[in-house]
């Protein structure tokens, strides 16, 4: 994804933030090795190809494009070298540092990890000028022997400070005491990232640029330093041909032989309707579903604008249940609210329909982190947050439960760096770094397996959520009469 709008790109930029001509901006982004297409073509994630073809051979010096991290670092294929290269030519030039970012907010945060992680490593190699061996590729060493040029106490110290303290509330801005801004998309699935980067950022701002894909660019945010509940993405209609298939949450599941929804061209766009974006690209895509579910918003001048709803399809269903990753997003934000007397907060999240045990039930792997002074949660906390997920599931769901066609949801609370673990193995089979957003719902098995071997402890919601059986139900025709205590629980 996604250099059409660099971040250098003065003109626009100066608009909204003044001075970044004055210094860097410290983004962390990576590549992946090119594979080849059966019939012999080169495929690669689109950021790839651009870093590829942009950052190799960009030519002309331009002051609002001042990057820390060395082009060789960049294309190096082996993350642990290039995040680690990067992170240290970052922290070389920490005063410097105007913005920083990555292309989704995951890649930011993993950023932030790798330096948990290493910071010794880091300080060591900047108390004595040297590079860790660890990094090996040439272009690398040498790229970085540019940058660090001896012995740098001082930096070390300070690094050795700050990290030591295990104290990561607002590391980001004390290491790099004068960023203006986060460079990062934290829309859509990577909205639930923002508390995150909030405490880790003290609160600096978010610009969301860009809404884009492997398959084609689609919009850009022309007000990026709004707020991200904000953002609305203006559609670039010469990027290739868009049409929209109109997406009505509400609505019953076509017949299979019914004819597809009749497409609307951009131009009658409704305001406040939702659509599922098609678009027929310059590559050769004709009438390709993304998959995403937009909401129109407004337009500038023809150009229709969207907020991002969702990804179209992200589902849990164990019977006639259907769950979106809005609806499950919305579930774990509710629930780990009870957390927050503990300190303690869902980093990472997943789910799975697990349809083994009869009924099926819903299992969510959560991540959890504790802040300073913080206390794990007791058994029976996060048995109570199992029934605050299920409070805020629809109804279809709540009346499943109390019908017993769904089982108690579950937590399955996983050891820290599982997330971590699940995307090195996305990686590993093909993924791009860079565009790699966790599922918020996984069905393949050895992710699974990876996921159950790093299980802490398990907990299973204790009552049947609120469900207010209406009249004459479904239900009531189907015998579906309710075995739970559910009324009794207090929402
Ligand atoms: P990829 O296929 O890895 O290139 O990812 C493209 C998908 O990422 C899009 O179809 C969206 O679902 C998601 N995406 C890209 N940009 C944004 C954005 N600005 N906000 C929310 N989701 C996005």
């Known amino acids: 994804m996604w250099g059409i709008v660099r971040s250098d790109d003065g003109g626009a930029w100066r608009r909204y933030v003044p001075g970044l001509d004055k210094g860097k901006g410290l983004y962390f982004f990576f590549i992946k090795s090119e594979t080849k297409t059966p019939g012999g073509l080169p495929a690669m994630p689109v950021t790839t190809s651009f870093y590829k073809r942009y950052i190799k051979h960009r030519r002309a010096f331009n002051p609002y494009d001042v990057r820390t991290s060395p082009t060789a670092a960049i294309l190096c294929t082996d ?41 010794k490593e880091l300080a060591h190699d900047l108390r004595t000028g040297t590079l860790s061996g660890k990094v090996v590729e040439p272009s690398i060493r040498d790229a970085v022997a540019e940058v660090l040029t001896g012995p740098n106490a001082e930096l070390a110290d300070f690094v050795t400070a700050e990290c030591g303290k295990d104290k990561w509330e607002g590391i980001i801005t004390r290491m790099w005491p004068n960023t203006k801004y986060l460079d990062v998309i934290v829309t859509g699935a990577m909205a639930q990232y923002i508390p995150t980067l ?19 660019y689609f919009g850009l945010n022309l007000r990026p330093m709004c707020d991200p509940s904000e953002v609305s993405y203006t559609i670039m209609p010469n990027m290739g041909y868009f049409e929209l298939m109109p997406h009505d949450p509400d609505a019953a599941p076509l017949p299979r032989d019914s004819p597809p929804p009749r497409l ?16 027929t690209t310059y590559a050769g895509l004709c009438r390709y579903r993304v998959g995403d579910i937009l909401q129109v918003t407004g337009f500038h001048n023809a150009a229709p604008q969207f907020r991002f709803v969702r990804r179209k399809n992200v589902l849990l269903s164990i019977d006639s249940d259907k769950t979106d990753e809005v609806e499950l997003q919305a579930a774990v934000e509710r629930a780990s609210g009870l957390l927050s007397p503990y300190n303690a907060s869902v980093v990472e999240y997943t789910s799975h329909a697990d349809a083994a045990t009869i009924p099926g039930h819903y299992v969510v792997y959560w991540e959890l982190a504790l802040r300073e002074g913080g206390a794990w949660p007791e058994a029976a906390v ?110």
Request: glycine share 6%; net charge positive.
């Open 382 to 491: 996060l048995e109570r947050c199992c029934l605050e997920m299920e409070q805020a599931l629809n109804a279809v769901y709540r009346q499943g439960r109390n019908g017993e066609a769904i089982g108690p949801l579950e937590i399955r609370v996983v050891r820290a760096g599982t997330f971590e673990e699940m995307m090195d193995y996305a990686v590993s089979r093909g993924a791009s770094i860079s565009q790699y957003k966790a599922p918020r719902c996984v069905s393949l098995v050895p992710i699974i397996e990876l996921l159950n071997s790093r299980v802490l402890s398990k907990h299973f919601s204790p009552a049947c959520p609120n469900y207010i059986q209406p009249a004459r139900t479904t239900s009531d025709r189907h015998g579906l009469a309710s075995k739970c205590p559910s009324s009794t629980i207090p929402v």
């Open 198 to 216: 909030k405490f880790y950022s003290g609160g600096l701002p978010m610009a969301c640029k860009i809404y884009a894909s492997s398959e084609c």
């Open 264 to 279: 609307v061209d951009l131009a009658d766009a409704e305001v406040g309707r939702e659509y599922e974006l098609v678009i």
């Open 79 to 119: 993350s642990f070298q290039s995040m680690y290269a990067q992170m240290l030519c970052g922290l070389l030039a920490r005063t410097e540092v105007l913005r920083i970012g990555a292309v989704f907010a995951s890649g930011l945060l993993r950023a932030i990890r790798f330096l948990q992680l290493h910071w």
